[in-house]
């Protein structure tokens, strides 16, 4: 708000009238017609109450910007000199105000406990899944009527700042926007866990109870998972669109007790069972990258792995083109490749390979306690890997 009339303007004394909400919306929607419709991205590089007006006007004025500027997915950044911001102190000068801008970001965002869920579209009544329940980078996600296969579990993580990510029990892999886009029908995937912006999701509360919305980062919350075209069959597609609170886009998550799985163990007799899924990889890429408790995982390695013991792993594709490698940035050796001791044909026509413990210590050395990453990956030729134990 301006202190004097200019040529270009006049002096406002107050705000906050109807009219001046709508012209603020009307302003709002220009942009959007002129520039996000048509894809250009918009930064609000400079906002802020210049004029000397009361602390409730500015603090009004100033939070209905912001709303108004994050509603539409754009990032609002604050002007100041030091009228908002104690420099000195390092705090704002109106706690009111951060509160009410702190909301903005926040709103209706919802925070579930991490854990294993199944996500059921309430359009569909059928369930978030990974195609043909293979676990690979890029592998397509659709619908799928309940089964309770590895392929519908995810592993639920906040990390921060109002985001989760998703995991799926088939791997290493993270529910994932295509190439991080941020347009109507970008497809989402599973692909190699990295937790990058393509991969956080914030978990929005609806009108529904119980249901949510799964908004993207990558469309900076504008976007959200969706049951594309409304389909209710086997093999929908999930792309990510722009919101509007349609049932097609709502999502009900169904919490699961999940026992085994990539970051999971189940000790039967003298076999420990670290993973079991469908998990393929070709040309030396992994199949299963399963974190030890030293990552956040699950698997205590320097109680697993003892001497006389092996890691047995089965699968199909190419036989003999596999390995398994252990890796340590803890302590141990950074990156051990190690070859089977053993292979042959189980009785259900897969594949087997056993890695000795003499072999693994001849590899990585014998400090697993300091193990971060038990991997199998392939060779050149593909392989699916079907499940990773410890036999001692």
């Known amino acids: 708000m301006m202190q004097k009339d200019e040529t270009w303007g006049k002096v406002q004394t107050t705000w906050g009238s109807d009219n001046d909400r709508k012209q603020l919306a009307n302003d709002m929607n220009k942009l959007k017609t002129t520039f996000l419709d048509k894809g250009i991205p918009v930064i609000i590089g400079e906002y802020a109450m210049c004029a000397d007006r009361t602390p409730?006007?500015?603090?009004?004025?100033?939070a209905s910007v912001c709303k108004a500027v994050y509603d539409l997915g754009i990032c609002p950044i604050l002007w100041d000199t030091g009228g908002y911001y104690d420099r000195t102190t390092c705090k704002f000068r109106d706690p009111e105000l951060l509160k009410q801008m702190n909301a903005i970001a926040g709103a209706n965002?919802?925070?579930l406990s991490d854990g294993w869920y199944y996500i059921k579209n309430v359009n569909a009544k059928k369930y978030l899944q990974v195609e043909k329940n293979i676990g690979s980078p890029c592998q397509n996600v659709e619908l799928g009527t309940g089964s309770g296969s590895v392929g519908q579990?995810?592993?639920?993580?906040?990390?921060?700042?109002?985001?989760?990510t998703l995991k799926s029990a088939l791997g290493n892999y993270m529910l994932d926007v295509y190439s991080g886009e941020n347009k109507d029908g970008s497809n989402i995937e599973i692909y190699n866990a990295y937790s990058g912006d393509p991969q956080k999701f914030f978990i929005k509360s609806s009108s529904t109870n119980g249901a949510y919305a799964i908004a993207t980062m990558s469309s900076n919350q504008t976007k959200v998972l969706d049951d594309y075209n409304y389909g209710t069959s086997d093999g929908t597609n999930v792309c990510q669109w722009t919101y509007t609170g349609d049932i097609n886009q709502l999502w009900v998550f169904e919490p699961t007790n999940y026992s085994a799985g990539s970051d999971n163990t189940a000790t039967t007799g003298n076999s420990t069972s670290l993973w079991t899924g469908s998990a393929s990889a070709a040309n030396y890429c992994p199949a299963v990258s399963l974190d030890t408790k030293n990552t956040g995982g699950t698997i205590d390695a320097g109680s697993i792995v003892k001497k006389d013991g092996y890691f047995?792993?089965?699968?199909?594709?190419?036989?003999?083109s596999i390995q398994l490698v252990l890796q340590s940035w803890c302590g141990g050796k950074n990156w051990a490749v190690v070859e089977p001791t053993e292979s042959g044909n189980t009785a259900d026509g897969n594949y087997y390979a056993k890695f000795s413990y003499s072999a693994c210590e001849a590899s990585y050395g014998s400090e697993f306690s300091k193990l971060n990453k038990i991997i199998v990956t392939s060779k050149t030729e593909s392989i699916v890997a079907k499940s990773l134990l410890y036999k001692n």
């Open 56 to 62: 409730e006007m500015s603090r009004l004025w100033t």
């Open 109 to 111: 965002t919802a925070t």
């Open 153 to 164: 579990k995810w592993y639920l993580t906040n990390v921060g700042n109002g985001c989760v």
């Open 312 to 320: 047995y792993v089965e699968y199909t594709g190419a036989k003999n």
